[in-house]
T-cell receptor, first 113, second 110 residues
Framework: KAGVTQTPRYLIKTRGQQVTLSCSPI?????VSWYQQTPGQGLQFLFE???????NKGNFPGRFSGRQFSNSRSEMNVSTLELGDSALYLC????????????FGQGTRLTVV | DQQVKQNSPSLSVQEGRISILNCDYT??????FLWYKKYPAEGPTFLIS?????DKNEDGRFTVFLNKSAKHLSLHIVPSQPGDSAVYFC?????????FGAGTRLTVKP
């Protein structure tokens, strides 16, 4: 059974640009959550999607958005990138909405210069 | 808002000894708690969990203790092995979402 796949693994963008990250969950999993990891801040919850609907959203500005497709694949978009957006972005998939025992992808390392 | 806190950013223990990682939470609605382990360049992997109806859950060398009155949970690793060296995240969940702590970097010295 394939794990959670995130693409790309690494990305370098300049300030002001926008970026789209992709996440393919484990087959059969319908819940996808996105997290931002920065040193000292742990995993900050961005949002969660279930059955193509955003069910929860963390405390991030509107520049951060996402969507989920009918095959449960999810994309996360960040517009007008800032230097502080440099982080590891992790996607987690789980069978149900509560994300118990979520399975994480390897993440996308975004560097904004 | 830091609803889940891991106050020790790092911990170093000798191989064979016990590692104790601590985690505190503020939201009394959390009823499911998890520990994840993360190696560099990999995503976090699920380690062990505990429901609020229990105060202890054991899986091999790993035991999680939950003190609901103190809103505190801990992960015990006995005996610690060099391969346990990683960043450990605790997480707390209610019906809405899951919150993670900032992580504790465990180093187990041979």
């Amino acid at each position: 059974k394939a794990g959670v796949t995130q693409t790309p693994r690494y990305l370098i963008k300049t300030r002001g640009q926008q970026v789209t990250l992709s996440c393919s969950p484990i087959s059969g999993h319908r819940s996808v959550s996105w997290y931002q990891q920065t040193p000292g801040q742990g995993l900050q919850f961005l949002f969660e999607y279930f059955s193509e609907t955003q069910r929860n959203k963390g405390n991030f500005p509107g520049r951060f958005s996402g969507r989920q497709f009918s095959n449960s694949r999810s994309e996360m978009n960040v517009s007008t990138l800032e230097l502080g957006d440099s982080a590891l972005y992790l996607c987690a998939s789980s069978l149900n909405l509560r994300n118990t025992e979520a399975f994480f992808g390897q993440g996308t390392r975004l560097t904004v210069v | 808002d830091q609803q889940v806190k891991q106050n020790s950013p790092s911990l170093s223990v000798q191989e064979g000894r016990i590692s104790i990682l601590n985690c505190d939470y503020t939201n009394s609605m959390f009823d499911y708690f998890l520990w994840y382990k993360k190696y560099p360049a990999e995503g976090p992997t699920f380690l062990i969990s505990i429901s609020s109806i229990k105060d202890k859950n054991e899986d091999g060398r790993f035991t999680v203790f939950l003190n609901k009155s103190a809103k505190h949970l801990s992960l015990h690793i006995v005996p610690s092995q060099p391969g346990d060296s990683a960043v450990y995240f605790c997480a707390a969940s209610d019906n809405n979402d899951m919150r993670f702590g900032a992580g504790t970097r465990l180093t187990v010295k041979p």
